[in-house]
């Protein structure tokens, strides 16, 4: 059974930079097939997804947040990481770790995700 | 970005009832759309993916349909467990898009 785990500060001060770890047991980030992701919630709202990093580094990112994002992975420690740089009241919101499935390069689909951790950008 | 949108955003239904919920993508997805449950607080949960396959685990009351711009999630008898929130996304391109949710309640 794949369990991710998000943890990270739930205050981040304006301006400063979001940092989030999620880490993986019962599979790894070093196995092709699946993008390690990153998805948030706003308080009442939606989802938006953030970007994936692919088991070999590539990483894609939603154009909404820009260059603000980096996501990186530690395959020794089988975990996830996330950076959001420069944020504001605006990130406030829940942030969930997920595994997509890569199927077959046609499907894709966020099987297994995070308890999510509330981050409040605040001063 | 391809939009997702859920309308209604809240639907009421009482047990045993056959519910559906649709979704309707900006442009064409082909099958590439998910469908997820999330309760107050927890973490969605994945149902259906490229538009009818149940995951696994998924009670078999749970199913879905469509292709190109229109999908629909059915509930063929709704159970006190289903009353929760319910999204549609479409893996076709990326950015991955979510719709706005529909809230199912009694």
């Known amino acids: 059974q794949v369990q991710l785990q998000e943890s990270g500060p739930g205050l981040v001060r304006p301006s400063q930079t979001l940092s989030l770890t999620c880490t993986v047991s019962?599979?790894?980030?070093?196995?092709?097939?699946?993008?390690w992701s990153w998805i948030r919630q706003h308080p009442g709202k939606g989802l938006e997804w953030i970007g994936y990093?692919?088991?070999?580094?590539?990483?894609y990112n939603n154009p909404s947040l820009k260059s603000l994002v980096a996501i990186s992975a530690d395959a020794s420690k089988n975990q996830f990481s996330l950076k959001l740089s420069s944020v504001t009241a605006a990130d406030t919101a829940v942030y969930y770790c997920?595994?997509?499935?890569?199927?077959?390069?046609?499907?894709?689909?966020?099987?297994?995700w995070g308890r999510g951790i509330l981050v409040t950008v605040s001063s | 970005d391809i939009q997702m949108t859920q309308s209604p955003s809240s639907l009421s239904a009482s047990i045993g009832d056959r519910v559906t919920i649709p979704c309707r993508a900006s442009?064409?997805?082909?099958?590439?759309l998910n469908w997820y449950q999330q309760k107050t607080g927890k973490a969605p949960k994945l149902l259906i993916y490229a538009t009818s396959i149940l995951q696994s685990g998924v009670p078999s009351r749970f199913s879905g349909s469509g292709s190109g711009t229109d999908f629909t999630l059915i509930i063929s008898s709704l159970q006190a467990e289903d009353f929760a929130t319910y999204y549609c996304?479409?893996?076709?391109?990326?950015?991955?898009?979510f719709g706005q949710g529909t809230k199912l309640d009694i």
């Open positions: 442009q064409s997805i082909g099958t590439s």
């Open positions: 990093i692919y088991y070999s580094g590539g990483t």
């Open positions: 019962g599979g790894s980030v070093s196995t092709g097939g699946y993008y």
């Open positions: 997920a595994r997509a499935v890569v199927d077959g390069g046609t499907y894709s689909y966020f099987d297994y």
């Open positions: 996304e479409q893996s076709y391109r990326s950015p991955r898009t």
